[in-house]
């Protein structure tokens, strides 16, 4: 089994849609979440002092080109207050962040992690690292879907491109407790064994996006369940450290979460001793969360 001894990373997003979690949104304020500047100060301010390696900022916008330069505007502002290394996630969507990417590294200064490329769009976004003056900075995300061999064909073409093996992480894909975590844990699972064998070109780290995928549930947003399930925040929290732990577990080395107390609760258990089993790291995280 691989170290559990991973980084974390504190995510906020630049656009709140109205399905907005209610927990995150009680955790942070509304007048600060719709400011992302605002909500990036006090993240960065909270990331800090829980020991956070990174911050991770997701321009979850729609995919119109139109908004490309406000974005860019903003991420220089972010960019100019950050004290910690950023994690700076594109949409998603392959054709949109195949032109939003790019633009972004060019306006890179420190230290950063892009996220992510895919099947479709990594040729424009390997190309642009590969000319930036802060090339041996940034570090690449390549995004397969839930396949080992997709992830492994992804990295062979962009190293064929000449990006550096060293820069690469992988992001395998994943969902949450009672939302498919299974296949998620299955893949790192496999992922990490087939590197045990000796497969190199698997060697990079890997990236897991848990908190997105834990307040995507049904369960992290809404009260219309029996008492018997508990309170929401309390509820929401639980999914995402239950999440975290069992990707953790798996061999995840980066994990990225939106609520800080899932940080707050692993940091000092994962940081304090090597932990052998899934079930005592679940077992300690929910003792430390009062759940």
């Keep these: 089994m691989e170290s559990l001894k991973p980084d974390f990373a504190l995510e906020i997003l630049v656009n709140i849609r109205e399905n907005f979690p209610k ?10 979440i719709k400011n992302p500047l605002s909500w990036f100060d006090l993240a960065q301010k909270k990331a800090k002092n829980i020991g956070a390696s990174y911050l991770s900022v997701y321009f979850n916008i729609d995919d119109d080109f139109s908004k490309i330069d406000e974005n860019l505007k903003l991420f220089e502002e972010i960019q100019d207050r950050t004290e910690l290394p950023l994690i700076v996630r594109g949409t998603g969507q392959k054709g949109f962040d195949g032109e939003f990417l790019p633009k972004i590294v060019q306006r890179i200064k420190k230290p950063s992690i892009v996220a992510f490329a895919q099947d479709l769009n990594y040729e424009p976004i390997v190309k642009s690292i590969l000319k930036s003056t802060c090339c041996a900075d940034i570090r690449l995300v390549l995004r397969a879907p839930i396949d080992i061999n997709l992830t492994k064909e992804l990295n062979i073409l962009c190293e064929d491109l000449g990006f550096p093996r060293g820069n690469i992480i992988m992001d395998t894909d994943t969902g949450c407790v009672g939302m498919g975590l299974d296949y998620g844990y299955s893949i790192i699972e496999r992922l990490i064994l087939a590197r045990k064998d000796g497969d190199v070109v698997l060697n990079p780290p890997i990236i897991v996006f848990s908190g997105e995928e834990s307040f995507k549930s049904k369960e992290s947003k809404s ?13 929401a929290a639980t999914v995402e450290i239950a999440t975290s732990t069992a990707l953790l577990c798996a061999g995840a080395n980066i994990i990225v979460c939106q609520n800080p107390r899932t940080i707050e609760a692993m940091l000092p258990l994962v940081s304090e001793k090597h932990l052998n089993t899934m079930g005592e790291v679940v077992q300690n995280a929910g003792g430390a969360l009062n759940v």
Excluded: M, N, S
Excluded at 23 to 32: A, H, K, R, T
Excluded at 228 to 233: C, N, V
């Design 23 to 32: 927990p995150l949104c009680d955790l942070w304020g509304e007048e600060v």
């Design 223 to 235: 009260d219309d369940f029996k008492d018997t399930r508990g309170k929401l925040e309390t509820r």
